[in-house]
Structures are given as structure tokens and as C-alpha cells.
């Protein structure tokens, strides 16, 4: 006989499981017992929340697989609560086990009892409890194909103690089988010819491309259409890097002025939510053809003239061929190319200034500049203004991956997913691009990273402010009134070194490059800390709206 954690873990393991992360919990341990058996890795965290981040990140990179994440009962599950919601607006598939007190005991106030279910089920796909120990791995196989299945996103799957650790007969229990539930499928023919009658008749046409062609895996597809079309391709949430940054094809400077001139705007998986002004953004003469994985999300905030459901990739390689070469929009893609080179050249003063303190957008230059030589390198932003800078300068690696929390914009984020990253993909080069404030949140991760012997690097642009806050407040309310948007320039790389890391402190922005390169080099989790310019009054740099 063996036990429900056993059980547990065969069940991760059958899906493709290949670690779960945690944070030590003894209404879980049974988990980790099971894992040993099962040569599934235990990461252990130093909060919750870093753990379903990570479960977050491991999804991203390893599509059509879960990232699963392992929390004790009450403060466990709580911790991990920022994490999950974050997956949520991310349409992240993941997995969350939650410990429970035991069900002999259900509600007579045992240790960390509380309704765990109840508090997950508006942040889920999927929230419920197994009370059989032989059942767990029905209820896992239903928890990891929701996740998965439609539009993606997490699910949480409740075990008591006395279920989790009871006696069961692995020899006799079933072990679920797993298939892939994502979504396969193609809009009728009819609807690829009306969406492509519309695009044909564009003068200015554009593809707006989000999160749903990522987990569409539609990158390829994508460049194909771009490719045939002549198209102007702009991306954001998880579409970043789905076309590379150096096709003919990509803009990133030129949004406003493509959106203030389109005819006809593609949305291939991007919501119409506030990143687009609900739809604001969009002339209201313009017409719209949207693709996305379910019909729900076809015409929210605003009506579309065409809806194609289903795989994303799919319908762009569906439209690509009922378009036949018949669309040619290179001429109005020259006009925003102009647009974009007058837009870097205004740019290029600040990207290589010499002044000190450092100027964010030198720092932000050094930093692509880096990355420029690594094409696999995978990038995660963890801030507000200095990582929206930099995503304006920095370059995704053409075969490797850009991350940042999405729509929920939570911050903390950094080490989390750059452990899952680092853990998925060992070979590869990890770089987080922090602000100073969100450092705070999770920086401790650092001791992670060292016990597990992961060389990630970090670099913190450093104004000792919460400068995306900051720079509005002063303008609203005066420079003279500023409240709780002041930090100190704290040696951030001192508190790394101590954790078993290797820091740099740089204050020259000539030192900016020679530091990045001695970290990596150290082979030791590594934080670069740049002291660089505060900018209080105006809006300089900032992104706030």
C-alpha cells in the first residue's frame, strides 16, 4: 500500500509534470514524498506567492503542459492568491494544489482551515475538493484539462490532509490518460472568405496580435500572413517576440499613428481592454476582424464586423490562403516605417547620454544592447517606467522569450518566472529587468536562486522612487506634497551578495556594460544595481495614464 501523495504525484507526472513549487507545508507533504518516487523536482520558494508565480511562468514556456504550484492550508493558500490572479488576466494554465486541515474535522476550526474553494473560484477556471483518496486522480485529469482547454487558465484543486495521506493500492487505482484539449479547431470557410473579402479591400490595414496567438503557438503562422500581406504588425501581452523584432513587418513606434489612420484593424488574440481603450482606439469608421479561442471574447467592449473562433494560427494561415497575394499594403507599411525611423532619431540623444546620475534610457540602450548579442536569451520585465522603456528599446531575442506579469501589471514577478524560466531551459541566459520597488516584493527569491545553483541576472534601474507613481502625484498635487512614492537608494546588490549572489553597483554609465558582463560571468545568481536619474517634476519617461 502507499499513500494519496504517491498517487498525486504519478498523476503529475503522466501529464508531463516535470517540478511543482512550493513553499513547505505539512498539510502537503505527501506531495513531495510522491515526487521523490516520481523524479519530479521540489522547488522550494520563500513565499507562496513566488510559487504560483513561478507555476505561471513554467506554463508560458512550456506549452500545452501545466505549471503547478503546491500550498499548505490557510496562510499557504492565501500567499499564493496574488500569483493565481495574475495567471488569470494572463490566461495562464496552471495548476494549484491546496493543502486543507482534515475532512474528519471540516469545519470544526482545525489548523489553517478555511474555505479555500470559495475564495478561488472567482480568479479560476476551476475550483474544487477531492474527499476520496482514490478519486484524486479523476479530479486532477479534470483540473489540468479545464486549465488547459478554451482560453487557458488556472485551476485549484483542494485535498485534506487525511485524504492526501491515506492508505490507497497504486496496483488498482486508475491513473488517468492525458490528452492535449487545446483548442485545434478553424472558423467555417464561409467566415474566412468575409474576413478576407474586408482585409482585401483595406487601404490601411493593421494586426493588432496578443496573448491568445502565444498560446495559439500561431508565431509562425503570424509571420507567414505578414509575409504574404505586407501588413504592418504591432504585438503586445504574450505576442512579443511571436514575430521577431527585426521583420520587415514588425512596429512598435507607430501604434497611435497606424490606429489613427486604419481602415481595417486585425485583432489576433488582443482584448479590447484598456491597453486599447476599449476599443477607443479604433476609428469608428475602421473595420475589425477579430480571432480569438472563444466566441465570448468576439465583440467585447466593441462589435466586430468578423469573428473568427478558434486556434489562432490556424485562421491567420486560413486567411492567408483565401487571400491568395492578393493584398499588397507595403506602401502604407513605408509610411509607418518613416514614422518609426523619425521616432528612434528623437530617441537617440537620450539612449547615449553620458550624464550622471545615469539617464534611465542610457541604461535601457545598455541593456539592449546586451541582449542583442544572445538570440536565446529570455528577458523578464519586473517594474513600471524603467520596464516600460526598455521594452521600447530592447529587442526580443529572435528564438528567445520576452515575459512580464500582463494585464494585471503585478509586480514582484522577476524571480519567480525567471526560476521557472531558468529551471525549463538551464542552457539558456536569463536577465530581469527590475524597478527598484519591485524588487522589494519578491527579491528575497535570490536565496532560491542560489540554493538551486541558478545563474540568473537581475539589473535594478534605481531612482529610489516609485517613479511611475511618483512623477503623476507631483504633477497633480505638487512636487512639494509627494507621499509614499519615495524610496531609498538602497545597495540593493548587498542584500543579493548576502543571500549567496554576486552584486554589482554601478554609477558611471560607461561601468553600465562591463558590470552586466561580470555577472553573468560570476555563474552565480547576480544583481547589477544602476543608480540612475530621478525625475519628479513632468512626465519624462513616464507611461502613466
Not at 222 to 247: C, D, W, Y
Not at 395 to 412: A, I, Q, R, Y
Request: aromatic residues 6%.
Amino acid at each position: 500500500m502507499s499513500h494519496g501523495g504517491r498517487l498525486a504525484a504519478k498523476v503529475l507526472k503522466a501529464a508531463g509534470v516535470e517540478c511543482v513549487f512550493t513553499l513547505s507545508g505539512g498539510h502537503v507533504m505527501g506531495i513531495y514524498d510522491g515526487c521523490i518516487d516520481e523524479g519530479i523536482r521540489v522547488v522550494d520558494v520563500r513565499h507562496e506567492q513566488a510559487a504560483t508565480h513561478a507555476a505561471d511562468a513554467w506554463a508560458r514556456l512550456n506549452p500545452g503542459r501545466v505549471g503547478v504550484a503546491v500550498l499548505t492550508a490557510g496562510p499557504g493558500v492565501t500567499d499564493g492568491v496574488t500569483g493565481v490572479a495574475n495567471a488569470w488576466r494572463a490566461n495562464s494554465p496552471i495548476l494549484v494544489i491546496g493543502g486543507q486541515g482534515p475532512f474528519e474535522n471540516l469545519r470544526r476550526g482545525s489548523l489553517q482551515e478555511m474555505d479555500h474553494v470559495s475564495l478561488m473560484r472567482p480568479i479560476t477556471k476551476w475550483a474544487d475538493a477531492c474527499y476520496s483518496t482514490a478519486r484524486i486522480g479523476e479530479y486532477m485529469e479534470t483540473a489540468i484539462r479545464t486549465a488547459l482547454s478554451g482560453v487557458p487558465g488556472p485551476a485549484f484543486l483542494e485535498i485534506p490532509m487525511d485524504v492526501l495521506h491515506a492508505p490507497v493500492d497504486l496496483d488498482t487505482v486508475a491513473i488517468p490518460r492525458f490528452r492535449d484539449p487545446r483548442v485545434a479547431s478553424t472558423a467555417p470557410a464561409a467566415i474566412v472568405d468575409e474576413a478576407a473579402a474586408i482585409v482585401s479591400g483595406a487601404e490601411r490595414p493593421m494586426v493588432m496580435a496578443g496573448t491568445a496567438l502565444k498560446w495559439s503557438e500561431g508565431g509562425p503562422a503570424l509571420r507567414r500572413f505578414a509575409e504574404a500581406t505586407k501588413i504592418p504588425v504591432f504585438t503586445n501581452g504574450m505576442a512579443r517576440g511571436q514575430l521577431p523584432m527585426s521583420h520587415p513587418q514588425f512596429f512598435n513606434r507607430s501604434r497611435r499613428d497606424a490606429l489613427a489612420r486604419a481602415d481595417v484593424v486585425i485583432l489576433a488574440g488582443t482584448p479590447l481592454d484598456f491597453r486599447m481603450k476599449y476599443g477607443g482606439s479604433i476609428p469608428s469608421d475602421a473595420k475589425i476582424v477579430q480571432l480569438d479561442l472563444d466566441e465570448s471574447l468576439i465583440g467585447q467592449n466593441r462589435a466586430a464586423d468578423v469573428g473568427l473562433v478558434g486556434n489562432l494560427g490556424a485562421n491567420l494561415d486560413a486567411m492567408t490562403d483565401a487571400l491568395a497575394g492578393g493584398v499588397d499594403a507595403s506602401g502604407h507599411a513605408s509610411e509607418l516605417r518613416a514614422i518609426e525611423d523619425e521616432a528612434e532619431a528623437a530617441l537617440a540623444a537620450q539612449l547615449n547620454s553620458d550624464e550622471t546620475p545615469i539617464d534611465p534610457q542610457r541604461l535601457c540602450r545598455e541593456i539592449a544592447d546586451f541582449v542583442a548579442t544572445d538570440d536565446r536569451m529570455i528577458v523578464i520585465g519586473d517594474g513600471g517606467d524603467i520596464v516600460a522603456q526598455a521594452s521600447k528599446v530592447l529587442k526580443v531575442p529572435e528564438h528567445g522569450t520576452w515575459m512580464d506579469p500582463g494585464p494585471l501589471g503585478t509586480l514582484g514577478v522577476g524571480m519567480p518566472f525567471a526560476i521557472a524560466a531558468q529551471l525549463s531551459h538551464p542552457d539558456a541566459r536569463v536577465l530581469i529587468v527590475y524597478g527598484d520597488g519591485s524588487f522589494g516584493l519578491n527579491g528575497f527569491e535570490f536565496d532560491t536562486a542560489a540554493r538551486f545553483g541558478l545563474p540568473i541576472v537581475g539589473i535594478v534601474g534605481n531612482d529610489a522612487a516609485w517613479g511611475q507613481m511618483m512623477r503623476p502625484q507631483a504633477m497633480i498635487y505638487g512636487s512639494d506634497r509627494l507621499v509614499a512614492t519615495e524610496l531609498a537608494t538602497t545597495r540593493y546588490d548587498l542584500v543579493v551578495e548576502a543571500l549567496g549572489g554576486h552584486g554589482e553597483h554601478v554609477t558611471e554609465p560607461g561601468d553600465i556594460r562591463p558590470a552586466i558582463e561580470r555577472a553573468f560571468a560570476s555563474g552565480r545568481p547576480a544583481l547589477v544595481n544602476v543608480e540612475m536619474r530621478k525625475d519628479v517634476d513632468g512626465m519624462k519617461g513616464s507611461t502613466y495614464v
